[in-house]
């Protein structure tokens, strides 16, 4: 446990006015769909889900996406999917990189609206299609996603916020159309680690924050939940005691980042704890659990 206080102060506000006109499109657009997919980092899902997506969904039947679950730690994710599961969502577990778990999202939708598809089918309509919305925060991998579901480049996709801004109809499968959306954040975090998380994982842009600081909390984070990654890649042993400035300067003294003589490079640490963590140097790491 780290010391009590430990965690330093961050001001995080993300609101760009871009985000104020997804929120209308999707308003606008839910009740020309069926069903919602909503995209979660299986890193963070808690921080990644997007409170105003209850209210902007409501009543639709929805599918969770845990992506990036290359990158999270599996006994974590599968945890996760429980939870999820136990508020009655259906489940799916992605790496839309590489492409694992895809081949499940359109059986997974055909089950989750298979009420919809006998009704039709009562009703002597069994040609007529299905409309799918996707939505996720900025930076959850949803257009690498949609272009691994659709087999071919759809929709724009980068590794930084804002990618998508406007409506994309998708065709996916015979009969399935989805809705690409842009990604949207809400515009006040309910706490500090979940604005730290979001930056961390790079759903909002670090760079506007002190990134120092941002580190320093990554750091004490870690260090409660994997300390073995933190000694196997950075040759320091938390006692409990330091702070995350004190451990950021440990990480730097054994990597050999001097400034001058006794005096580390906190700096240049902050970015490679960062940077390292981002191409999964310091492993398969979750880092929130479910309650």
Same mark, same amino acid.
């Not at 005691?241 to 902050?270: C, H, P, Q, T, W």
């Given at each position: 446990?780290?010391a009590?206080?430990?965690?330093?102060k961050l001001?995080?506000q993300?609101f760009p006015?871009?985000?104020?006109?997804?929120?209308?499109?999707?308003?606008?657009?839910?009740?020309?769909?069926?069903?919602?997919?909503?995209l979660?980092?299986?890193?963070?899902?808690r921080a990644s889900?997007?409170p105003?997506?209850?209210r902007l969904?409501a009543?639709?039947?929805?599918?969770?996406?845990l992506?990036?679950c290359?990158?999270?730690?599996?006994a974590?994710?599968?945890?996760?999917?429980?939870?999820f599961?136990d508020?009655g969502l259906?489940?799916l577990e992605t790496?839309a990189r590489?492409?694992?778990?895809i081949?499940?999202f359109?059986p997974?939708v055909?089950?989750l609206?298979?009420?919809?598809l006998?009704?039709?089918?009562?009703?002597?309509q069994?040609?007529?299609?299905?409309k799918i919305?996707v939505?996720g925060i900025p930076?959850?991998?949803k257009?690498?996603?949609?272009?691994?579901?659709a087999?071919r480049?759809?929709a724009?996709a980068?590794?930084?916020?804002?990618?998508?801004?406007g409506?994309?109809?998708i065709?996916?499968d015979r009969?399935?159309?989805?809705?690409?959306t842009?990604?949207?954040?809400?515009?006040?975090?309910? =706490?500090?680690?979940?604005?730290e998380?979001l930056?961390?994982t790079?759903?909002?842009?670090?760079?506007?924050?002190?990134?120092?600081?941002?580190a320093?909390n990554?750091?004490?984070r870690?260090c409660?939940?994997?300390?073995e990654?933190?000694?196997?890649?950075?040759?320091?042993?938390?006692?409990?005691?330091?702070?995350?400035?004190?451990?950021?300067?440990l990480a730097?003294?054994?990597?050999?980042?001097?400034?001058?003589?006794?005096?580390?490079?906190?700096?240049?640490?902050?970015n490679?704890?960062?940077?390292?963590?981002h =191409?999964?140097?310091?492993?398969?790491?979750?880092l929130?659990?479910?309650?």
């Amino acid at each position: 446990m780290m010391a009590e206080n430990a965690f330093e102060k961050l001001n995080i506000q993300w609101f760009p006015g871009h985000m104020t006109k997804a929120q209308r499109m999707i308003e606008e657009n839910i009740g020309l769909v069926d069903a919602v997919c909503e995209l979660l980092d299986a890193r963070i899902p808690r921080a990644s889900r997007n409170p105003d997506i209850d209210r902007l969904a409501a009543g639709k039947p929805r599918l969770v996406i845990l992506n990036r679950c290359d990158l999270a730690d599996p006994a974590v994710t599968k945890l996760w999917s429980a939870a999820f599961r136990d508020q009655g969502l259906a489940v799916l577990e992605t790496d839309a990189r590489s492409g694992k778990g895809i081949n499940g999202f359109v059986p997974a939708v055909r089950a989750l609206l298979a009420d919809k598809l006998a009704d039709y089918e009562r009703k002597g309509q069994s040609g007529r299609g299905l409309k799918i919305m996707v939505l996720g925060i900025p930076n959850v991998g949803k257009s690498t996603f949609i272009n691994k579901v659709a087999g071919r480049k759809a929709a724009a996709a980068g590794d930084k916020p804002g990618v998508t801004r406007g409506r994309q109809w998708i065709n996916i499968d015979r009969g399935l159309d989805m809705l690409d959306t842009p990604g949207i954040l809400w515009p006040k975090f309910d =706490s500090q680690e979940v604005g730290e998380m979001l930056a961390v994982t790079n759903a909002i842009k670090s760079d506007v924050l002190d990134r120092e600081t941002l580190a320093a909390n990554f750091m004490l984070r870690l260090c409660e939940l994997y300390p073995e990654a933190i000694e196997s890649r950075y040759g320091i042993k938390p006692t409990g005691d330091e702070n995350g400035f004190e451990l950021l300067e440990l990480a730097a003294k054994r990597r050999g980042f001097l400034v001058s003589r006794g005096e580390y490079d906190i700096e240049r640490m902050a970015n490679t704890l960062l940077d390292e963590y981002h =191409s999964g140097k310091l492993g398969r790491l979750s880092l929130e659990r479910p309650e």
